[in-house]
């Protein structure tokens, strides 16, 4: 498949539409890059309140495969961000959803941000892409790790559009 | 049963022959079985002529003459009532108390020979009999029925052969006396009890001309030691196997075929534990394995009014959907396009699940069979067959390329430290079940891992720097010698000493240049260790320059062999040979290869094996392949004129080199198997 089939195009906009219709609460923005190419698309994240990401702001670029939503879409961060299961370099997720494997085609992309903000909440530590901040997990220090991931959180916050 | 000391003069020295033919040899047993018979004949004071073992269930009463165990030459005639017979056969000592059969063409036989028994025969000749019979049987006469034919006693014989052929009218006619007993033989229809009979052969003392053709058959389909069995499966074949098992477990427990498939997959088609595992919690298994409790409805598309798909998002009234028993709906198209996904580019068959979110639920092969297309459906049958393959261990596909073929060996991965398995697919391609890897007979898989591994690796540099450098005696800096004379400085520590001798150069006084300090302690100790590593690694590469050679060889013989075509053309043309006349050079250059890469794997066999006789006659052998091997190759690396006039010595010495190789791979084979040869590893 090269292009988006006509089903691939129908359910993007399906999607926008309903984004619109009732926004995601951990979402700051979702939507194509460019009205002309609905294969990329780009999406703000929040911060949970309550967790040392709390008062944050991500970006992240979203690409979706031809064959979407039968493959899962590749979910990057650009903005920095400091968790055991993203990569500081360039903003990897190591997620099971965004798997071939654990991909379900009912799983829209707003489900799957709000799944990754969940991620924030929920880091797991044992399979771990950040190392550094996933040691000190391990080692309990939550401390340390509170103040690496506040640190990092206020000072790579998105600051696109403000 | 192994007991020698029984076995008679004349036995014994077919026993020895019997040792030189390991095929033979391999039937020690019966051949021992043989020489309790001919025993008994002989220990029998009297000569007793043939011994009737029936099944008394089998006989008309009072029809048969049952001399047995030694009855009197009168009662022979009698006729004895099945009770009669019945206390004569229990009275009988030892082995010979146990239940005997007789064959059809024993039973004929034997009436045949009572028959003889009815003529005055000597004493002395009923002995012969028996005698004659054992060292045929040893001999290894070339068929049954010629054996029948050469017996004392000329006008019996053709009596008896007639018998033998059952050629009922004529043998009562030309039977004068004994009319009663031949028609009694043509006529009772024993070959219905074939079947019976032929399972009980072992135990058959009663003939030995038939238990002999029977061990003949015996010795043709035997595999040679280092054979292992097994089976070429063709796809068809195993989707057979697997059919036939999912139908067990639908009867067993009662489950819809396709989903006793999916449980079965999910147990790695064990499927004693899976029905263990079953009766013992069957909606937990059913859970696990990706299958619901309810197995009501059949699959069925339908539309549903107010349907909206998850996937495509489409809605309308006429939409077609599909789901399976968990519930979970979706539009055909996208339900068609998730199983193609999954089929086509992910290569998943047996764990497709159901597309609905955190479902676990198994596609089952009817929803398959409505959903997807038929190119698909075949693919997805194709990724099921491999998994199937993948799962079972007695299972392994044929490593050659674009080869079809599956092989079904029993051979289990424990045993493999002492069998080597090698087998040969239907492509004519031979290799190894244990490890895939192409045919290494006779070393076990362990070895050639390790081998191949030192082979590759750098585990030998290490062996070279210890072979090829000293070490400083003071400061164990590896020292290189890159020539020039033995007074060495270590550039090092500036130590001073003497290569040849590693003393230290201050004690060699004048001596320079020719050390004659050999005794000096000093030098020794250094020189021991040396010695060690150097001779280690002299040892492997003793092994490994003849491996390579081989592995060198048997390649130039291949390429010898793409032009043994054009060999042959031109020999045609040149000889007037015809196609067919010249395929001894096929067969030579095929025995080469094979031969070749026997030899190169005794090689690595051998640095392996710890020094004792065996290993010697290991040895030995190996030698007599290779130089077989040897002057093999070299004949047929003449100019072609002169191919056809060697045509026989190629024939002669390409059967020769065959032999040599079973003969080598047999005894190890064999040795390995019983423990005899153990690798030092």
């Known amino acids: 498949m090269a292009g988006p089939s006509g089903n691939t195009t129908q359910r993007l906009i399906r999607e926008l539409k309903e984004y619109h219709k009732t926004p995601n609460e951990s979402l700051l ?39 979407y939503p039968l493959a899962p879409p590749t979910i990057h961060f650009t903005t920095k961000i400091s968790h055991p299961n993203i990569s500081f370099t360039n903003g990897e997720i190591c997620l099971t959803l965004l798997t071939t494997e654990h991909w379900s085609p009912v799983y829209t992309l707003s489900t799957t941000l709000t799944a990754i903000q969940q991620l924030l909440t929920d880091p797991q530590p044992d ?25 990092w959180t206020a000072e790579e916050r998105w600051k696109g559009g403000q | 049963m192994g007991d020698a000391q029984v076995i008679h003069a004349n036995a014994t020295s077919k026993y020895s022959v019997l040792k030189r033919f390991p095929r033979i040899c391999l039937h020690i047993d019966s051949f021992d079985f043989y020489l309790h018979v001919g025993r008994r004949f002989k220990s029998d004071t009297k000569p007793k002529n043939k011994v009737d073992f029936r099944r008394a269930s089998e006989e008309p009463p009072g029809r048969l003459h049952l001399p047995f165990p030694t009855p009197p030459p009168t009662i022979r005639a009698q006729v004895l009532s099945s009770d009669v017979w019945r206390r004569n056969r229990t009275s009988t000592p030892g082995k010979f108390a146990t239940s005997f059969t007789t064959p059809p063409t024993t039973r004929k036989r034997t009436a045949a020979e009572a028959a003889i028994d009815n003529e005055p025969l000597p004493a002395a000749q009923g002995h012969r009999t028996a005698t004659s019979h054992r060292s045929r049987k040893t001999d290894s006469a070339p068929t049954a029925t010629s054996d029948t034919t050469e017996r004392p006693g000329s006008a019996s014989s053709v009596s008896r052969k007639k018998g033998f052929l059952g050629t009922p009218a004529s043998t009562t006619a030309s039977m004068d006396s004994d009319d009663d007993f031949m028609s009694d033989v043509s006529s009772d229809g024993f070959l219905g009890t074939q079947g019976s009979d032929n399972e009980s052969l072992g135990e058959d003392f009663g003939d030995l001309d038939t238990g002999f053709s029977d061990d003949k058959d015996l010795i043709r389909d035997k595999r040679k030691p280092y054979e292992v069995e097994f089976k070429v499966l063709d796809p ?32 790695r088609w064990n499927k004693e534990k899976l029905i263990e595992s079953y009766m013992d919690h069957p909606e937990e298994t059913l859970e696990d394995a990706g299958l619901g409790t309810d197995f009501e409805g059949y699959a069925k598309t339908e539309v549903v009014p107010g349907f909206m ?42 764990r497709i699940q159901c597309p609905g979110n955190g479902c676990t639920r198994i596609v089952d092969s009817k929803s398959m069979d409505l959903l997807v297309t038929k190119d698909l459906n075949e693919r997805y049958c194709e990724l099921l067959t491999r998994t199937y393959v993948d799962d079972k261990e007695n299972l392994k596909w044929c490593p050659a390329p674009n080869c079809k073929y599956a092989i079904d060996c029993g051979v289990r991965t424990r045993d493999l430290r002492r069998v080597v398995p090698t087998v040969r697919c239907f492509c004519k391609h031979e290799f190894c079940f244990g490890c895939t890897l192409a045919d290494h007979q006779p070393t076990p898989c362990t070895l050639v891992k390790m081998w191949l591994q030192k082979c590759e690796d750098d585990s030998e540099t290490a062996n070279w720097i210890s072979a090829n450098t000293k070490e400083c005696p003071r400061c164990n800096s590896t020292i290189e010698k890159n020539g020039g004379c033995n007074h060495m400085t270590c550039r090092k520590c500036k130590h001073e000493f003497c290569w040849m001798c590693m003393g230290l150069w201050s004690e060699h006084g004048t001596s320079w240049y020719n050390c004659n300090r050999y005794e000096e302690k000093s030098g020794s100790d250094a020189r021991s260790a040396q010695a060690k590593s150097r001779s280690f690694l002299e040892r492997y590469l003793h092994y490994y ?59 690595a066999f051998a640095f392996y094996l710890a020094r004792n006789n065996l290993t010697e006659i290991f040895e030995d052998n190996q030698k007599d392949l ?56």
């Open chain 1, 29 to 67: 923005h979702l939507g194509p890059v460019d009205e002309e190419d609905l294969l990329h698309w780009e999406a703000v994240l929040k911060g949970v309140n309550g967790t040392p990401y709390e008062g944050g702001l991500w970006h992240l670029r979203i690409a979706i495969p031809p064959n």
């Open chain 1, 127 to 151: 399979s771990p892409l950040n190392v550094d901040v996933a040691a000190l997990l391990r080692d309990g220090d939550l401390a340390a790790w509170e103040s690496v991931v506040r640190y």
């Open chain 2, 236 to 267: 068809p074949d195993i989707d057979q196997e697997q059919n036939t098992q999912v139908d067990e477990v639908c009867a067993v427990l009662g489950l819809p075929p396709e989903s006793a498939a999916i449980l079965l997959r999910f147990g």
């Open chain 2, 309 to 350: 798909c998850d996937i495509c998002c489409e809605e309308g009234d006429d939409l077609e959907t599909y789901a399976m028993r968990c519930g979970h709906r979706f539009c055909v198209d996208c339900y068609r396009h998730y199983l193609g996904q999954k089929i086509k580019e992910e290569g998943e068959a047996a």
């Open chain 2, 545 to 603: 320059n003849r491996y390579a050679n081989h592995e060198q060889s048997a390649k130039l013989d291949k390429d010898l062999y793409l032009k043994t075509e054009k060999k042959m053309t031109s020999l045609q043309s040149q000889s007037g040979l015809s196609w067919i006349e010249v395929q001894f050079l096929d067969t030579a250059s095929q025995a080469l290869q094979q031969c070749r890469q026997t030899l190169k794997w005794t090689y």
């Open chain 2, 626 to 681: 290779e130089m077989a091997v040897e002057s093999l190759s070299e004949m047929f690396e003449k100019p072609v004129s002169e191919l056809a006039g060697l045509k026989v010595d190629i024939l002669d010495k390409t059967a020769y080199c065959n032999k040599r190789r079973v003969i080598l791979l047999s005894d190890t084979a064999e040795n390995l198997k019983n423990g005899k040869i153990s690798p030092v590893v």
